[in-house]
């Protein structure tokens, strides 16, 4: 599908580092987290459906699309490299808190954004992404290694190189959209893309995560029953890490990218969820 809406190209520092982002529309600000193989404009759908009432935003993570790649994994800890990208969004839109969308990585990134930044975060919507404490142990659970099989793979010393943007960008059933994200992977770094999986997950034995804070956001989490990257039961601890309403979904028949393979639905449940004052939710029941 060839998009009508006409993307604003925006760049912010982070430092040294900048970062290209797009962006429309005015109102409530709303900024989208792509995850891995993705890009900014991965969020076609949703900043067309919610441009027209709400400012969307959405950034090439480092590393990804034309936003700068630093060389050398450490360029990729979430604390406090990932999260301080996000917070130079907000800068250069003169914003002080906005609703945040994530998935995959940027659904990480979202998470650690609302536990450390959280007066930045009005609420919290996150697709296909457990909690930080709950994903690192099922990645860690031998019972999951089939799921998690790519990752340590990306994680080897003098791992394969990383597949052609062609197969990477296969899982995007939109012809334009899928060439969209091809041109953007040959201009991604591929060591940056493994940077994220070496910087951030840990290998061999691995201690549980100890205290974090609460989520104080108003915090949507949806995923697919058929994700193959993501066990369901990574999800089930959810609720205990958040300090305000939460609402988990499951979206039957639906995979890892559910942005893409039920938008419309997925559009719908971050409308409705964003465009609720956050002392609101407070009073539900």
């Keep these: 599908m060839v998009s009508d809406t006409v993307f604003e190209s925006r760049f912010a520092a982070n430092g040294n580092v900048k970062l290209h982002y797009i962006a429309a529309g005015s109102g409530p600000p709303l900024v989208f ?3 891995f193989p993705d890009h900014g404009l991965g969020w076609r759908n949703q900043m067309e459906a919610l441009c027209g009432n709400f400012r969307v935003l959405a ?45 995959d990585w940027g659904g990480t990134i979202a998470w650690w954004l609302a536990m450390r930044v959280p007066q930045a975060v009005r609420h919290l919507v996150v697709l296909a992404t457990p909690h930080p404490r709950n994903y690192l142990r099922a990645i860690v659970d031998p019972a999951n290694s089939g799921y998690f099989a790519y990752m340590r793979r990306f994680q080897e010393a003098g791992a394969a190189a990383m597949p052609a943007p062609e197969e990477l960008a296969a899982w995007v059933a939109d012809e334009a ?23 951030n997950v ?12 609460l989520i104080k956001a108003p915090t949507l989490v949806m995923f697919g029953t058929h994700d193959p990257y993501v066990p369901a039961s990574a999800f089930d601890g959810t609720f205990r890490e958040v300090d305000n309403v939460a609402t988990l979904m499951a979206i039957p028949g639906a995979g890892h990218f559910i942005h893409h393979q039920a938008a419309g639905l997925v559009t719908r449940e971050i409308e409705a969820w964003v465009s609720r004052p956050p002392s609101s939710f407070r009073h539900l029941g």
Excluded: C, K, T
């Design 33 to 35: 987290l792509h995850g």
């Design 59 to 103: 950034p090439d993570l480092r590393g990804f699309g034309l936003s700068d790649a630093p060389r050398g994994h450490a360029h990729y800890a979430l604390l406090p490299n990932l999260v301080e990208d996000v917070l130079s969004i907000l800068v250069a839109e003169q914003l002080s808190q906005v609703s945040i969308v994530g998935h």
């Design 202 to 213: 840990p290998l061999g034995r691995v201690p549980d995560i100890g205290q974090l804070p």
């Design 177 to 199: 959209d899928r060439q969209a994200l091809e041109v953007s992977l040959r201009r991604s770094d591929p060591e940056a893309m493994l940077g994220y999986y070496r910087a």
